[in-house]
């Protein structure tokens, strides 16, 4: 994580010369993904011919809106070069509080409740936002404290063991169909889906690319880094919160509801070639990592994979996936910079003496680490 | 940071504000402390402030049995502290950790149950060595993002101690055991072991061609490249390093609890709390700056918190509240000399136009 020492940056002028390349680029550098998707849902189709009836295809879309959700809220964090690992708590925080809330008020109505989450997740979001854009604490630290916060908060109110039931018509939005077909999941999921691609395309999500990109450029060229930045831990507590919905009805309250769903989420969004660092990817491609990581589960389980070896196939293929999405690119490119650790402007000109000797190449946009954003 | 300090400013995309200015030179009056002796002091403060409290309810708290249990509780995540900060400080990450550590409480157990001693350690020194073997080659040569890549052999250990173990397995002669238990005067051996090892880390990471590479390394990967630094090779060598040091907590943890265990890594998330102790001793998150000595302030800090919470036993959960709190605190703290402008004492050098 820390630096940007991702390889496979692309490079973002390439040139469209060939209607292939600009197919290419057209989807930029969540190729590898859909090459991955598409060979997961063959898999599936191979391993489960009954997988494409419209019932199952939906159970899994269903299965994976939580994460297809924490996956495009995550996104908007990590384009724009901060991490969330508060997610999952505030997924665990939101199953709970909504049983609490449902303790005390067993009458609410679910709208209300589900509002009550979506506020209280997009303030845990503000929080995160603001400790570390305005006191520069970096967000790895700030939203892993928010995690140790939340989940202590959480067992502390309930005692340790939260209990009590969500209503049904809480639940409907997790496990309920709309015109008995259509899981209301589903819904959810392509609204947050359409929401989060109209949010990338707006102002918005160009300046929060550049942010990501170069947070100085960006600040230079007028952005505002800080709000930009906020706004974007906000949109991730409120996916959160609505994920937890959907989470809270499918499978009830749990204390262990949210748990690694941040990770799963970071690992969703990599998978769909967005960098770590900020300034490159696109939202259906992160999306896409979500279903593929859905699938990836799914598959395993059909394959009849022992439970216990799930996680370690999960990890050599996410490894995999991940590198040869890495690979595929430097060798698409036609290998420019390996591995751009620099920003795009800093190519090393000047044939560096390779030697071991002082002359320390400075390169040319040596940018001011210490440069704040001007307000 | 002697070394790295006069190096030009990093070219890196700016955004990771983390590191904190070494502070010399600074005549500001916000200038910054040396983190090291920020993080003592707060350790010192954190101490003080524990005492007081203990004290006002009618406990003791600087009782020399107190202060051993302190020492004793930093060993476990100390250790996993030390290594982690020679990852970061190179600029990569390890999350692989926890579930290494789980894995070499078991492999040490099961080993020492049927052979000796000396074979345990050897077997896990070598697992360990391996694991951030192929950690470092994965991030270097596969060009994986250290968090995915170490996220992935978390996942990949997780499978397969779930797949292997079920619950506690071998066992550990008492001969052994006395890693755990054992003191000299009134201090834990276990303490000699942590010093040692942080000791050689701190030998390595200041004094060695390595621990320079992977300070350069960490503060900008193109120009140590450009300088001739063997970036890959020295991420490498960090990753190893780190899981060694891992691997001394596996054993420690394997003495303590007299048996191998599936959750001895992960119940106390070694991982996030590793990370969480380097960050707190001043080590920036991006790397190239900070130090072994600060993450065992860092480590310190976050025992005596967790001493005084049980002397004033304080429900757990709200424990970690508290202890996300102080986490961010402290690195805000840290963090808010940045804002003002650096002084312009880098330009002469550094860009002559």
Redesign the interface.
Known sequence: ????????TPAKNVPAATPGKRVVRALGTGIPVYVLLVVLLLALLVTDPGFYEPDSFLSFVKRAAPLVILAAGQYLVIVC?EFD?SVGAIVTAGVVVAAELYGSFPDAHWLVVTAVLLVGGALAGLVSGL?TTV????S???T??????L??????WTG?SPQGVLPSAFRQLGRGTAFGWLPWAVVACLVAGTVAVLVTRSDFGRTLLAT?????AAALSGVRVIRVRTVAFILSGAAAALAAVLVGGFSGVSAQAGRGYE?EA??AV?LGGVV????RGSVVAAMAGAFSLQALFTLLNLQGV???????????I??AA??LG??DW?RLRGRRTP?G???PG?T?TGA?P?????P????P????????TPS | MTTVES?????????????L?GGKGLSTVRRSVDPVVGVWLAALAVTILGWIVVAAQGGNFLTTSNAVAILQNCVALGLVAVGQSAV?LT???DLSVAYLISLGTLVAAETMASGGVVTAVLAVLALSVAVGLVNGL?VTG????????T??????????I???YTGPAGEVPVSFQRLGYDRIGPIPVSVFLLIAVAALMWLITRRTRLGHHMYAT?G????AR????RTGRTVVLAHVLCSLCVGAAALFLAARLAAGAPWAGTEARYD?ES??AV?LGGTA????RGGVAGTLGGVFVLAVLDSVFNQLSV?P?????????V??AA??LY??P?????PPKALPE??TA
């Open positions: 994580m820390s630096a940007p020492t991702d390889t496979g070069g690992l400790i006191l520069r604490v970096p790895f630290i700030t892993l404290g928010m995690m140790l916060i989940e202590g908060a959480v067992f502390f340790g990501g990109d170069s947070d100085r990770f970071i690992t990599v770590l660092g900020g300034g022992s439970g216990a070896l799930e996680s370690t196939v999960q990890g050599v996410v490894i991940v590198g890495a690979a430097s591995s650790s620099g920003p800093s090393p560096a390779p030697g071991p000797t002082p320390r190449p400075t390169p946009t040596g940018t001011h680490p210490s440069g704040g | 190096a030009p400013a990093p070219s890196g995309p700016p955004r990771k504000r983390t590191s200015s970061i600029g990569s990450l994965i596969l060009k994986v993002n250290a968090f995915i890549a996220l992935g052999m978390a996942f990949i250990l997780r499978g397969w779930e797949d292997n960490g900008d990967e193109h120009a450009l300088s001739g630094v996030l990370i969480a960050v998150l991006a790397g190239g429900d959960f709200f424990k970690n509240v508290v202890r996300g709190v986490i961010i690195v805000a963090a808010r940045r804002r003002t402008p650096k550094g860009r």
